[in-house]
């Protein structure tokens, strides 16, 4: 089975720097996605990780160690319209099946 | 935009009756996913295709059938509606071909209500 794991909330404040962590355990791995979904919307995309190290985008940077089952995505110069539920999620099934994490509500406060 | 219409938005419904949700994309992407939301769930997904006539199970499949007789529509099922089955669905495609790094774009969701 697939075990994934993000915190359920974090509050950080505009600026600033926020850490979003996930870990997982599953069967078969062919990568992990970052989605950001506010509220009453669609999931969207961020990042993409299936080798070890960091990737950065912009203002987001996804990191993943593959041997530690552990990623993160970074947020950097937070901004209000960052207050989202953020998504982690684990391609497997030979690369047909995304599997979820809860997601982690993150708020942004002046 | 990737191209998905899901219809109907919002849908309220009693206990045993019939529904279906259709999906549709206009970019005859291969791939696409039947996912339901839930407060502390998150997204699971419930069936996917991988073509015409091709589809498979998820992790949240029981009480639930797809149809998939064109690239394009995508039906989800609910044989006989249950409360449980009260939820946000969202229908997926994944872009690309079939490469790893290929993410997928959700339409905007269907409210379904089982009173």
């Known amino acids: 089975g697939q075990n994934i794991d993000q915190p359920t909330e974090m509050t950080a404040t505009e600026g600033a720097i926020v850490q979003i962590n996930c870990t997982y355990q599953?069967?078969?791995?062919?990568?992990l996605f970052w989605y950001q979904q506010h509220a009453g919307e669609a999931p969207t995309f961020l990042s993409y990780?299936?080798?070890?190290g960091l990737e950065e985008k912009g203002r987001f940077s996804s990191f993943l160690s593959r041997s530690k089952g552990y990623s993160y995505l970074l947020l950097k110069e937070l901004q209000m319209k960052d207050s989202a539920s953020y998504l982690c999620?684990?391609?497997?099934?030979?690369?047909?099946?995304?599997?979820f994490g809860t997601g982690t509500q993150l708020k942004v406060e002046l | 935009d990737a191209g998905i219409t899901q219809s109907p938005r919002h849908k309220v419904t009693e206990t045993g009756t019939p529904v279906t949700l259709r999906c549709h994309q206009t970019?005859?992407?291969?791939?696409m996913y039947w996912y339901r939301q839930d407060p502390g769930h998150g997204l699971r997904l419930i069936h996917y295709?991988?073509?015409?006539?091709?589809?498979d199970k998820g992790e949240v499949s029981d009480g639930y059938s797809v149809s998939r007789s064109k690239t394009e529509d995508f039906l989800l099922t609910l044989e006989s509606a249950t409360s449980s089955q009260t939820s946000v669905y969202f229908c997926?495609?994944?872009?690309?071909?079939?490469?790893?790094?290929?993410?997928?774009?959700f339409g905007n969701g269907t409210r379904l209500t089982v009173t």
């Open positions: 999620a684990v391609l497997t099934g030979g690369g047909n099946k995304l599997t």
């Open positions: 990780n299936v080798l070890d």
């Open positions: 970019e005859n992407h291969r791939y």
């Open positions: 599953t069967s078969g791995f062919n990568g």
């Open positions: 997926a495609i994944r872009e690309g071909r079939s490469s790893y790094n290929s993410p997928l774009h």
């Open positions: 295709s991988y073509g015409v006539k091709d589809t």
